[in-house]
């Protein structure tokens, strides 16, 4: 629960960081609503899509939001790719050493 806690204020972090850079701002944020973060991700890959096209390039702030959107996400689905990073490097590690 720490977890989701501490992923969602970095979700607002990065919410605000992005918004203060664009000329039109992204609606208002509900971290609690999956399907309003799964609405606010595909917004945010179509303006990423968008912004290739016309600039060649990303914006850091875009690709941080994005990244903690999707971590939110899994963290409400009860999934948590931190842990289960971790534990593929364990076991990376072990087979190695075998």
């Known amino acids: 629960m720490e977890r989701l806690k501490n992923s969602q204020e970095t979700l607002k972090l990065n919410y605000k960081a992005y918004n203060k850079l664009v000329t039109n701002p992204l609606s208002p944020l509900n971290v609690d609503d999956e399907e309003v973060l799964k609405a606010l991700l595909n917004t945010l890959m179509n303006r990423e899509s968008v912004s290739h096209i016309q600039n060649k390039k990303t914006l850091k702030e875009s690709t941080e ?3 903690s959107i999707a ?11 931190k842990i289960i990073k971790a534990e593929m490097k364990k076991s990376t590690a072990v087979n190695v050493s075998e």
């Not at 971590?71 to 790719?81: E, S």
């Open 65 to 67: 939001l994005r990244s």
């Open 71 to 81: 971590d939110v996400l899994l963290l409400l689905d009860g999934c948590d790719i």
